[in-house]
């Protein structure tokens, strides 16, 4: 049901085959009363079948299509379908197949042949570079936009052989590699020569999804119901003509097929680099225990790592511990439930302000030269921002998205700069502080001596759902959660250049949210020890890019970005021991908007004397 813009006048014919009625209208009528009646009869009968076709819910819009037997000239003029921008939507699995018969397709018939297992992968220890994640081969992007397969493509438009849309999406891109010295260190996550690897902590986020419920500006759910709403009254040409018969497909917070394929992909990555690390629970008789939260997403997200990690089936290699993810629990892998400065705006959702500046000068031109091509509706700089969260959201869900055509390389630069406006928040430091609090006491094996809402003392003082002396723990959470830890970590690094500003991108920025929290971003906190050096050491690793430890108290300055891991964890006491967790979660304290206030540390004004 393309619409194509037919001009004749101020007529716009919506289907092709409608040009040669147009066109036989124009000439005497050479045909019988008989042959007319019928012709009436079956556009009465077709008109009737395409309104049960929309009754039926094939577009969940709720409105009706209307059929009328005369129009004139005026009324020809056919604006976008009512169904236009409604949602769309496909069930599956049905509720009650007719063929399911599970007693006749069992998952296990015996007969499994040769099962002898062979020796652990140790990928990082044994191979001579590091395997590096390059984005998403299942996605499609435009043509016109960065690098394609076979360089320098004829037909390609883009400026920049090395643009790649998905890394300029914030922290809706999908992971990739950070480069080697992406943040400051020659180095990579494979073992230096003189170590060995005792043990790994690894955290990371949930893969794509679709848009969450709540938003505080933009939205693409709240774009497609004003888009619907206005149906009547606009129509799209040019590179928005595809809006024209345009319906929302998004579903709301769950896993998108690839985000599903992003952790099943990273537990098989995680096994070839750190399998061998099992070995220690055949010798101890035990097996890991892997933390997640009771979300859907975070739960299935635990669920594909542990597939790709263990394989199927499941039971018996690991042990998962799905925290409640609601208020009154306490959560370190979801804090802000428990810290309700964390949920009050003014106080958490400081990038706000900056997100509207920022969007008003980036998108200006965009705007402008957009609108050109939508008659009748106004759009504002709200409505193009949802449009390029549009093409993100669209495509990790769907595979490609026609919105990401209708922006240049310097607007989608900007895009993914919005998002760096989150840095600088002044609970950060408290919400990081619950985890930080759990990674101490993992690392010097001992309890964490006193609980306060940021952990939950009933799991974590039971050493079966919280052990102390695993060499492997891997964590599910979300993205703002790890951004939280690295600030409460005092990663200084990331913060070098300062405040960021909302008037332009400042060059080699060293804080970029599309590096530090994509859709399954993962950090890895490496234990190791040395030849080198008398102590065992600690390095992070955050999307395969070694991050200096300088910011932490005692830390050197190591070319691989080693800490003593006993100077580590006196430097994060004493960090923990400075938060004022009460304060800065429950504290009557206030921050004016914008940069009147600043802060580089995630904390808030200090508590009066």
Request: aromatic share 12%.
């Amino acid at each position: 049901m393309a619409k194509s813009n037919i001009e004749s006048g101020n007529t716009y014919i919506p289907y092709p085959e409608l040009e040669e009625a147009q066109e036989y209208h124009s000439s005497p009528s050479k045909h019988s009363k008989k042959q007319l009646f019928l012709a009436f009869f079956a556009g009465v009968l077709a008109c009737g079948t395409t309104q049960l076709f929309y009754a039926s819910g094939r577009f969940a819009s709720g409105q009706t299509n209307h059929c009328s037997t005369a129009t004139t000239k005026n009324d020809a003029q056919v604006l976008a379908p009512p169904y236009v921008g409604s949602t769309e939507i496909h069930r599956y699995p049905p509720t009650h197949p007719t063929n399911a018969n599970p007693t006749l397709f069992p998952s296990d018939v015996g007969y499994p042949g040769g099962t002898p297992t062979g020796a652990e992968p140790a990928v990082i220890v044994t191979a001579p570079s590091y395997p590096i994640q390059t984005g998403a081969a299942q996605l499609v992007k435009p043509d016109t936009l960065g690098n394609k397969p076979g360089k320098g493509k004829k037909g390609s438009h883009s400026k920049d052989k090395d643009f790649d849309l998905f890394k300029k999406w914030g922290n809706l891109s999908p992971w990739y590699s950070v480069e080697k010295g992406g943040f400051g260190l020659g180095s990579d996550p494979i073992v230096p020569g003189t170590c060995r690897v005792t043990g790994l902590h690894f955290l990371h986020r949930h893969g794509a999804r679709y848009p969450t419920a709540w938003t505080n500006y933009a939205g693409t759910a709240q774009l497609a119901e004003r888009l619907n709403k206005a149906a009547a009254k606009w129509t799209a040409t040019g590179k928005l003509d595809f809006l024209n018969t345009w319906t929302y497909k998004l579903g709301e917070e769950l896993l998108t097929p690839f985000g599903r394929q992003q952790l099943y992909d990273l537990g098989v990555s995680m096994r070839l680099k750190y399998g061998f690390l099992l070995k220690n629970f055949t010798e101890t008789n035990t097996i890991p225990v892997f933390r997640t939260e009771s979300q859907n997403r975070m739960l299935y997200s635990s669920m594909n790592f542990a597939l790709g990690f263990f394989g199927y089936p499941l039971e018996g290699k690991y042990q998962q511990s799905i925290t409640i993810e609601a208020q009154n629990f306490s959560n370190s892998l979801a804090p802000y439930y428990a810290c309700p400065n964390a949920l009050t705006p003014g106080r958490s959702f400081r990038s706000l302000w900056y997100l509207e500046q920022w969007t008003a000068i980036y998108l200006k031109k965009a705007l402008h030269r957009l609108q050109r091509h939508l008659k009748g509706y106004e759009l504002t700089i709200e409505d193009v921002y949802s449009m390029q969260q549009m093409c993100a959201y669209e495509t990790v869900a769907i595979g490609y998205s026609k919105f990401c055509e209708m922006f240049t390389e310097k607007e989608w630069e900007g895009f993914n700069y919005s998002y760096d406006s989150s840095f600088g928040a002044p609970v950060a430091r408290a919400q990081g502080y619950g985890w930080i609090k759990e990674l101490v006491a993992r690392l010097t094996h001992t309890k964490i001596a006193d609980h306060n809402p940021a952990t939950n003392a009933t799991l974590d003082d039971d050493p079966v759902t919280f052990p102390l002396d695993h060499s492997l723990y891997v964590d599910a959470t979300h993205e703002v959660v790890v951004l939280n830890i690295i600030t409460a970590l005092n990663l200084t690094n990331f913060a070098a250049s300062g405040p960021l500003p909302w008037t332009h991108i400042p060059r080699h920025r060293p804080f970029e949210v599309s590096k530090l929290a994509p859709f399954a971003t993962n950090v890895q906190f490496q234990l190791l020890e040395c030849t080198s050096v008398p102590q065992p050491q600690i390095r992070i690793i955050i999307n395969d890019g070694v991050v200096p430890l300088t910011g932490i108290k005692g830390c050197p300055e190591h070319p691989d970005g080693l800490c003593p891991v006993d100077t580590f964890v006196n430097a994060q006491k004493e960090l923990l021991a400075e938060t004022d967790w009460d304060w800065e979660c429950n504290g009557n304290w206030t921050v004016p908007e914008g940069p009147e206030w600043i802060t580089t540390t995630g904390s808030p004004p200090k508590r009066p004397n």
